[in-house]
């Protein structure tokens, strides 16, 4: 059912963690998240992709989202007529990577034709699981004793994997001390890109762990030394930041990069390309995840929805609202439900709408931008 966008309201929102995101790179006490509302006649729907505030998760950052949503994305959209969703990718590739920012705006297109043609989102993906498994993720915390009371806390909750970020001084001492306590339990470990194959003797030092797998050990750019990893260590190695096309994915499968893949709609610019990426992984035999970024309840439901495809078969990084925030920035908020005591995220059905709280938007709002029919305004 083809659609045209009439206008494109697009948000850069700082939404206040609860506690602060550590990780190898850096450190964020607000998750820096893009937001577009794509309106077409009486409908609209709202889409989400998260940067984070800096250009440190990878070479995007909000503002600039922002910016090139307002300035290229949105006004090569606006007043075009879409067949499907998956369509906006044309208008939008003419524009190099800024997958991010095309992402913000494509999952809103799905959403609205979601909502124009009374199918779910997951419907419309394909996908054919009612709930999604989900897992723990612990940052770098202040003291080992605070990580094991958390990982307890969640084996209690019925988490049936943990996932750890790891980096130089949160690193093999901190496994002792966690598979100490925790012997059996499902862990892997997350490096986003800290080390090289000159930290060779600290990566082979995970195969003593029995972890499931450790998550972008090396350089974001960098396939081939991945791919020289796999064949020196035994610890199953998961692409994420690597993975940031279904070309690199298919590079990855060639080069025998990697034996897992986590998959994030943000990372590869939409709804379209994840699908395309979990396809080709599909059908190489690599088993794959959905990542997250600490998303509001849209982007969270939209991950929910991908995640209902065939080829996940690990844990997702999807977050239920109280475990990062205070309040979700929009409503209804993400919540789990446990099945045989396992927490699940359920995707939502056709008549849920996720959109912002007016008034927490406000709040949280750091810039914002409307394009109509090519012509531009800012707020
Ligand atoms: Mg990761």
Known sequence: MAFTIDRVDVHQVAMPLLSPWRTSYGQDDSIHSLLVR???????????????????????WAHGGLDLLR??????????????ARNVRAPLDRYKGNHFAKAALETACWALEAR??????????????????VGADFPVMDSFEELVAAIGGAVDEGFRRV???????????????????????????????????????????????????????????????HAALARMIETPICLDESITTPARARLAVELGSCRWVNIKPGRVGGLAAAVEVHDILREAG????????????????????FGTLDNFSYPADIFPTDRLYREDLATPEVTFRR?????????????????????????MSVGSATVTSGQLATT
């Open 163 to 225: 996932k750890l970020k790891f980096r130089r001084g949160w690193d093999l001492p901190m496994l002792e001390v966690v598979r100490s306590h925790f012997p059996d339990l499902v862990v892997h470990v997350d490096c986003n890109n800290a080390f090289s194959l000159e930290d060779l003797d600290l990566l082979r030092g995970l195969d003593r762990f029995g972890l499931a797998m450790v998550e972008q050990p090396l350089h974001h750019d960098d396939l081939h030394h």
């Open 286 to 305: 690599i088993p794959c995840w959905v990542g997250g970024n600490l998303e509001s309840a849209i982007g969270a439901s939209i991950a929910t929805a």
């Open 71 to 84: 300035s290229c994305l949105a006004p090569a959209c606006v007043g075009i007529e879409l067949a499907t």
């Open 38 to 60: 794509v309106i077409s006649g009486d409908l609209e729907a709202w889409g989400e992709a998260t940067p984070f505030e800096r250009p440190e998760y990878s070479s995007e």
């Open 116 to 133: 124009l043609t009374g199918r779910s989102l997951r419907e419309l993906l394909g996908g054919r699981r009612d709930a999604v498994e």
């Open 339 to 363: 099945i045989d005591g396992v927490p699940h995220a359920i995707p939502d059905d056709a008549s849920c709408a996720r959109q912002p709280d007016p008034e927490r938007l406000r709040r």
